[in-house]
């Protein structure tokens, strides 16, 4: 079945890029946006039934609004690679924060114009909270790398909603992938969006995402 979940919390954003018909170039620009989620779980074949069409639907078919982007479920990453064409890179959970947990759900953007699929691996959080913040939710966009793509591996502080995300872009085993950290709850007045520990956690994390791609 399709179901349209809006985020109503910063841990449940889901940050994508706008179209994957032009991820190589959004990465380049460090731009990101926050978008509901289509999750298609192959049920029934009602995703033909809902677009109209009797294959795969890609992107247009599904009359979305702008940044808003259909994802299909995915089973394990031998799924993955069938579907995709390419090898997800999923991190071990020693790569995570310690407040996120380890299991690894896989989705796929539907086919845009040319053909091309973005691949989500996505991390929820703990339940709890270190000094007041919760999280982080992990998730790495991930798409092969081409000339177009220049990853500088730099965290950067990216304001989605009333969320807080840490994000930084990486080139790992032919992929560019976007490591993206989501904390909350939103900032009271007066306080940091981005504090230290946040920073510290995602740092580490990152680090050892980027060790993970190098062995």
């Known amino acids: 079945m399709i179901a349209v979940s809006t985020p109503n919390h910063p841990l449940r954003l889901a940050g994508l890029l706008a179209a994957s018909v032009a991820f190589f170039a959004i990465v380049s620009a460090a731009a990101y946006v926050s978008i509901w989620m289509i999750d298609d779980q192959r049920n029934g074949g009602s995703v033909s039934e809902v677009a109209g069409v009797s294959a795969l639907p890609k992107q247009s078919d599904f009359n979305l609004p702008s940044g808003v982007l259909a994802l299909q479920h ?3 990453e031998a799924q993955f690679e069938q579907t995709a064409g390419y090898k997800a890179f999923v991190p071990s959970g020693d790569a995570l924060p310690s407040m996120t947990k380890s299991d690894a759900v896989l989705s796929l ?22 000094d007041g913040i919760a999280g982080p939710t992990v998730v790495l966009l991930e ?5 177009d793509a220049h990853p500088d591996g730099l965290l950067k502080r990216i304001t989605l909603g009333s969320g807080r995300a840490l ?48 062995s």
């Open 109 to 130: 953007t539907f086919p845009d114009a040319a053909g091309a699929r973005v691949g989500r691996v996505g991390f929820s959080a703990r339940d709890g909270d270190v």
């Open 74 to 76: 995915i089973t394990d």
């Open 167 to 214: 994000v930084a872009n990486i080139s790992c085993r032919g992929l560019v992938v976007d490591v993206q950290f989501y904390f909350g709850p939103e900032p009271k007045e007066g306080e940091p969006f981005v504090t230290p520990y946040m920073t510290s956690v995602a740092q580490k994390s990152l680090d050892a995402i980027v060790r993970e791609c190098a």
């Open 143 to 147: 798409a092969p790398l081409s000339a």
